[in-house]
């Protein structure tokens, strides 16, 4: 068996002294400019982000949007079932009563006084659209943006409800996902 060894395959491995010329470096050198010049010549991997985006599928799922209903209304009402199905456990949610003369701010007596994704937990995995009745979260096409601090990760609602005078379109992207030529 061979010294230090449990199974005994292990084989020694020699160290032949290099030769005057591999002692130079230029062969190495060489070598690595050769394989730099090549990729001049292939296509590139690499875009410019985020001037340049790569084509997604239809299907992408990337950030959340909590939707309104038709009169701007917030749909969601903070039930809680896409916290239950989210199995990240990356949305949590303050619930509310609605107050008389809210009727135009919150379709329902209940509202989300506060929502919350954690975006580093989120797998974008879509049960929590699926899961809500009431068609008020979907994920949308858009990337995720970058951010410096963990903070800046978790959204509320100030960044996730779509503004009444700028609608995010879901429909196509839901055309696809049930097979339509949408
Ligand atoms: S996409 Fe999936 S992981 Fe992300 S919040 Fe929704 S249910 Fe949770
Ligand atoms: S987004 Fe939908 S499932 Fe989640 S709390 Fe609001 S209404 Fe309920």
Redesign the pocket.
Known sequence: MTPGTLSGRAKPVGRPPMTWWERSYLPAILSGMWITFRHFFRRKVTIRYPEQERPRSPVYRGLHV?KRDEQGAE?????????VACPAEA?T?EAGERQPGDERLYREEKY?VS?DINMLRCIFCGF?EE????Q??YLTDRILPAAQKRRDFIWGKDRLLERPDSRIDVDTRHGYAKGDEA
């Open positions: 909590l749909r969601c009402t903070a039930c809680g079932l896409c916290a949305i949610m989300a929502y929590c899961a809500c009745p009431k008020a979260i």
